[in-house]
């Protein structure tokens, strides 16, 4: 199916008003989901949004579909059930005025602010029929490419920019990032949650934070900042908690802003999920388990 000269004319005024928006297009294969392979052989790395670029690949394939890449930051919920959608949005009533569209399955994609600082994996499935699209890194069809057996992607509520968007409720972004790790005991001889001890935990996390390598930096760092935020109610002073992770942090590569506002945000929650420590009873037992344990293999 090939469209005619006006409606090619259309499909780039369309293309446009996404770039004026914020967003990134990329040409797909006529009637399919896959990057166009003439068009743009790279793939999702040759998201575009340069004018003269995207009017020279629709002009030379006007039937080509569009898929659209949201920039880091705005997170693109992808429901290939439809009763997911319903059941969350019922649960977050909120997400009914994000910006949406309907793919030709009854499926949905929900668009959505992430909160600054804060990144989540593409490949992570926290929520049953839900994949994880956008932050500059997975693509989604987008109106108004066509399949090939005619149906096509439609807008329910219209796009807008990036930070014109909802946010992500909170509710919802605690089960989209990954659960703090669990306290690692800290053997020292004053147990339970005094001052030293809240204080080797917190190096404990600094230290996994600045051996954390590229590419994993701000899960980490969140990661590790919630579970501090778990120490505040036990006495964790929170001014010290953010020093000592932001430095972390800044010694692998990230910025200071992005790593302030990261550990903010982590604190905060973690605050909220206070952290359950072993009891000194546990710590001693184990500790004398381990003791008898090294007698046993020859070491003092």
């Known amino acids: 199916m090939r469209f005619p000269k ?16 914020g967003y990134a297009v990329l040409p797909l294969v006529p009637g399919e989901k896959r990057p166009h392979f003439r068009l743009a052989p790279h793939g999702l790395k040759e998201a575009s949004r340069d004018p003269a670029t ?12 569009v898929g659209l890449l949201a920039p880091e930051g705005v997170l693109v919920l992808d429901f290939d059930d439809p009763t997911a959608w319903e059941g969350l949005r019922q649960e977050h009533p909120a997400l ?3 910006p949406r569209q309907r793919t030709p399955k ?41 399949l090939k057996d005619g149906r096509t992607y439609t807008w329910e509520v219209p796009l807008v920019r990036p930070e014109a968007l909802p946010p992500v409720p909170q509710g919802l972004l605690l089960k989209l990032l990954p659960p703090p790790p669990p306290p690692r005991p800290a053997w020292n001889p004053v147990e339970g949650a005094s001052p030293k001890r809240l204080r080797a935990l917190l190096e404990a996390y600094a230290a996994q934070v ?8 701000h899960n980490t760092l969140i990661r590790y900042a919630v579970a501090a935020g778990g120490l505040l109610p036990h006495g ?17 590569g990230l910025s200071e802003k992005e790593a302030r506002d990261a550990v ?23 500790r004398r388990r381990l003791r008898e344990g090294g007698k046993r293999h020859g070491r003092a």
């Open 210 to 217: 600045a051996r954390t390598p590229e590419g994993q930096r």
């Open 6 to 21: 006006a409606n090619c004319t259309t499909l780039l005024a369309v293309l446009q008003r996404y770039v004026r928006l």
């Open 54 to 65: 995207i009017t020279r690949w629709w002009r030379s394939c006007p039937e080509a579909g």
């Open 96 to 98: 009914e005025a994000a």
């Open 106 to 146: 009854g499926g949905v994609h929900l668009f959505l602010r992430l909160p600054d600082g804060v990144r989540l994996s593409a490949s992570v499935r926290a929520l049953e029929g839900v994949d994880l699209r956008g932050m500059g890194r997975a693509y989604v069809v987008a109106a108004p490419t066509r």
């Open 264 to 286: 903010a945000w982590g604190l905060e929650k973690g605050r909220q999920r206070p952290l359950v420590l072993p009891s000194p009873r546990l710590v001693l037992s184990i």
């Open 236 to 252: 964790l002073d929170p001014r010290e908690a953010e020093e000592a992770l932001v430095a972390a942090a800044i010694s692998t």
